[in-house]
Structure formats: structure tokens, C-alpha cells
């Protein structure tokens, strides 16, 4: 099954303790893409991918880190979390370029920072 | 950048009844996609739309991108409706799809 899969599911940690989350993608798909969603701001995209070691800034990448050393896979890492990074997030893939093709997001991640 | 307008906000549906859901968008754009939020928090895309019109089920979308709107319709809901619908656009240069702020639909029986 073609499918995006984020994990874990939901995380509770403490300020500082480092932790990555993780994104696979099964349709060999080049973009991919993180971001979060937070009550009343909507979905803000955090960092993408074009494509294997192509990674960029999107609009809120502060506190965060991302890396692509394999086309299927793109975790996203907060080295030192806080509790203004409590959020949901997701992870999300398309075949091909950011704005021209179908997006898949994964389950989501809901991460409490306390 | 790219304006995305989602309306209403709420929605309060009993289960049959018929809705459409607006997007209006203030530039030209090459994509447009609808999403259902469910009540788990999944994200799930109904429809890749940048132009035209779709159907899946008593799901359709339509898209007149010269207006510069879309609109979704439901018909016949049911309460597995329930959850947030998103409008996202894209554009030739951008790096991300740009999200309106989405409608919340309550269906109940």
C-alpha cells in the first residue's frame, strides 16, 4: 500500500531532551516535506526536500533540522526541544516538485514539550 | 503571497443533508487540492483539482481557476463526515502548498 508512515504516533518528552521523528515514503516520490499545525496559524511548513541531499528552509525552520540521505526517508530533528514546539506535525511526499502534484501526508505526530 | 479564503468557518449538518464548501484564492495558481481532517487528526487528500470538475462517491469538486475559486460538495452526509475540510493552492515558483484556514463540519444523526 502506497503510504506515508510517521513515527511515533505521539511523543511526551522534556526542554532539551533531543528527539527525532521519523517520515518514510513508499511511492519513490522526490519532494518531501514537514510541517506543523497549531490552533489558529493553520498548517506552516517547516523544511522540504526537493530531492536527495536537497533540503531548504520554509517558513518556520527555526529549532528544527531535517536531513536526506535516502529518497525515502526524512526525519526531522529537534536537537534541543520547547515547549513552544509542542504541536502536531506531519510529514508529507509528492512525485515530483512542491506545488504540481498530489500531496500525501502521514498519520501525524502529536509531540507535547513539557 | 497567495491569499486562501476558506468559508464558513462552521458548519452544523444533519445526517442527509446536502453542503458546498467555498475557496477563493487572490492569484493565479497551477494546483489546488482539497483535505478532510478527521476527527484523528488524519490528513487526507480528496482531490487533486487545479481545474475542472470531480467526482468520488458523494464527494465532487469544482474548480473555475479564471474566477479564482473552488468549491466542495457533499451530498447526502454522514457523520464520518465530520472534521475539517482544507483548501491548499500551489503556484509555478512556490516551494509548499499554501493552507486556508478550513471549514469544520459537524454532522449529526
Known amino acids: 500500500e502506497a503510504q506515508v508512515t510517521q513515527n511515533p504516533r505521539y511523543l511526551i518528552t522534556v526542554t532539551g531532551k533531543k528527539l527525532t521523528v521519523t517520515c518514510s515514503q513508499n511511492m519513490n516520490h522526490e519532494y518531501m516535506s514537514w510541517y506543523r499545525q497549531d490552533p489558529g496559524l493553520g498548517l506552516r511548513q517547516i523544511y522540504y526536500s526537493m530531492n536527495v541531499e536537497v533540503t531548504d528552509k520554509g517558513d518556520v525552520p527555526e529549532g528544527y533540522k531535517v536531513s536526506r540521505k535516502e529518497k525515502r526517508n526524512f526525519p526531522l530533528i529537534l536537537e534541543s526541544p520547547s515547549p513552544n514546539q509542542t504541536s502536531l506535525y506531519f510529514c508529507?511526499?509528492?512525485?515530483?516538485?512542491?506545488?504540481?502534484?498530489?500531496?500525501?501526508f502521514g498519520s501525524g505526530t502529536q509531540l507535547s514539550v513539557l | 503571497g497567495i491569499q486562501v479564503e476558506q468559508s464558513p468557518p462552521d458548519l452544523i449538518l444533519q445526517e442527509g443533508a446536502n453542503s458546498t464548501l467555498r475557496c477563493n484564492f487572490s492569484d493565479s495558481v497551477n494546483n489546488l487540492q482539497w483535505f478532510h481532517q478527521n476527527p484523528w487528526g488524519q490528513l487526507i487528500n480528496l482531490f487533486y483539482i487545479p481545474s475542472g470538475t470531480k467526482q468520488n462517491g458523494r464527494l465532487s469538486a469544482t474548480t473555475v481557476a479564471t474566477e479564482r475559486y473552488s468549491l466542495l460538495y457533499i451530498s447526502s452526509s454522514q457523520t464520518t463526515d465530520s472534521g475539517v475540510y482544507f483548501c491548499?493552492?500551489?503556484?509555478?515558483?512556490?516551494?509548499?502548498?499554501?493552507f486556508g484556514k478550513g471549514t469544520t463540519l459537524s454532522v449529526s444523526s
Open positions: 491548499a493552492v500551489g503556484y509555478q515558483a512556490g516551494t509548499a502548498l499554501i
Open positions: 508529507a511526499s509528492t512525485k515530483q516538485g512542491a506545488t504540481n502534484e498530489k500531496l500525501f
